[in-house]
């Protein structure tokens, strides 16, 4: 009976999390088709709840500002870039693993919509957001280059210094590849290599220790 009671309980918290992600994603689609159509500085919380379904007080439980929920959809591509190191052989040398991670991460996402990219790329606010998000969304590889590297995240530099340049390295590269190669036929994957590759010294040099 206990163990009914337990599977039960386990099944509503999942559900819970389900409807609250998917009321999240709900909002942050809702705050960028308001942003692209009518400009991001003229969206209004209220128009993003009302678009969404929910009530201002419902989009306030989710996010803290128009700028978050547009940016969340990008921000969460990074999500799972942590298990993605994880996965990689352990007797990979830690350049390869995290470049090889990165790509593949990238990949398997798909190309973003480029038309929020730019509007966030142009938009000091946005923009701003983004940055800020995107740190916060950079523990779980913060924690995956620790583990592997035998170190601990909170005390030690290398793994936060690696994973804020390897985002450092995906932000740059995304951004010169919208402004000067989008429309040259040149693949984005190329252009994300090749500014990894200019950081993956940073991970070399641990191995070399």
């Known amino acids: 009976m206990r163990g009914t009671q337990e599977a039960h309980t386990v099944a509503c918290v999942n559900l819970r999390e389900r409807k609250k992600e998917a009321t999240r994603q709900a909002l942050s689609r809702a705050a960028v088709d308001l942003a692209l159509e009518h400009g991001p500085e003229n969206v209004r919380v209220e128009d993003i709840a009302a678009a969404a379904g929910v ?6 439980n989710y996010f803290s500002s128009r700028e978050a929920a547009i940016c969340a959809i990008p921000v969460a591509r990074n999500r799972e870039l942590g298990e993605r190191l994880r996965a990689r052989p352990p007797q990979e040398p830690l350049a390869e693993a995290c470049v090889r991670a990165v790509l593949e991460h990238h990949a398997e996402q798909g190309s973003p919509d480029w038309r929020i990219m730019r509007m966030i790329f142009c938009d000091r606010g946005l923009h701003g957001e983004f940055l800020k998000s995107h740190k916060a969304m950079s523990q779980p590889l913060v924690e995956a280059i ?43 994957l190329d252009a994300l290599r090749e500014g990894l590759l200019h950081v993956a010294p940073v991970a070399s040099a641990h191995d070399h220790r």
Do not use: K
Request: glycine share 6%.
């Open 146 to 188: 620790a583990e592997r590297c035998g170190l601990d995240p909170e005390r030690d530099m290398f793994p936060t210094l690696l994973a804020a340049s390897l985002g450092t390295a995906v932000r740059i590269a995304t951004q010169h590849w919208l402004e000067h190669e989008q429309h040259t036929g040149r693949p984005l």
């Open 55 to 60: 009530s201002p007080r419902t989009y306030n």
